[in-house]
């Protein structure tokens, strides 16, 4: 079975601090994207970056990185220079493979609370 | 560009009352489209997904039903809402059978009282 988990139900960080949000992953698949998604107050689902399984470089989009280990199955967000904009919830998300079409399934989320 | 339209915001419903949602895409052809519902504080769970028009796969027995009667629409329904269909839905669309990401509409507050 594919599945997604988060196991930081609540994170906190200083502003202009860094910090990392663990996802762990389970397939049998070798080639996918791994998301992450962030939910502000306002919920609306935005996406974070992506990261291409066949890629070994790990993907950066301006302060948002990951650490893509695939022979582990992780996939972890580092968020450097915290901003209080940063405060929302954190959802990794995976395509699960089969049927008609890939559907995206979501970790249970990580909500990180940025402190001034 | 594209878009993703979906509404109402928000919506308070009496118990047994029927429920209709819709979602539209613009800017793209032939989307994938899908609702999901978002419990208070948790992760989402994928109800229906649709690869095209009239094709619609439900992901987990409930009270609701979904329909796609043009490309780009994606309508949610209910014929007697539940106490326990209140929620946060949202609606996402995706290009292609591949590992593309998702896109998100802003969401609809659903209250059943």
């Known amino acids: 079975a594919q599945t997604v988990t988060q196991s930081q139900p609540e994170m906190s960080v200083q502003e202009a601090e860094t910090v990392t949000l663990s996802c762990t992953y389970d397939?049998?698949?070798?080639?996918?994207?791994l998301f992450w998604y962030k939910q502000p107050p306002s919920r609306q689902m935005i996406l974070v970056i992506r990261q291409e399984a066949y890629k070994q470089q790990n993907a950066t989009e301006n302060r948002f990185s990951v650490n893509f280990q695939k022979a582990a199955k992780s996939f972890s967000l580092k968020i450097s220079d915290s901003q209080l904009g940063d405060t929302a919830m954190y959802f990794c998300?995976?395509?699960?493979?089969?049927?008609?079409?890939?559907?995206?399934?979501f970790g249970t989320g990580t909500l990180l609370a940025v402190q001034p | 560009s594209q878009t993703i339209h979906q509404w109402p915001a928000t919506l308070v419903q009496p118990v047994g009352s029927p429920l209709s949602l819709e979602c539209t895409v613009e800017g793209t052809s032939n989307p994938n489209l899908y609702w999901y519902r978002q419990a208070a504080g948790r992760g989402l769970q994928l109800l229906f997904y649709s690869v095209g028009i009239g094709q619609i796969s439900s992901e987990v027995p409930q009270n609701l039903s979904a329909s796609r009667p043009q490309d780009r629409q994606f309508i949610l329904s209910s014929k007697k809402l539940l106490l326990s269909d209140s929620g946060f839905y949202l609606c996402?669309?995706?290009?292609?059978?591949?590992?593309?990401?998702?896109?998100f509409g802003q969401g609809t507050r659903l209250t059943v009282v």
């Open positions: 998300a995976f395509p699960r493979i089969g049927g008609a079409t890939n559907k995206l399934i």
């Open positions: 397939t049998s698949e070798n080639n996918y994207y």
């Open positions: 996402a669309w995706s290009m292609g059978q591949g590992f593309s990401e998702a896109f």
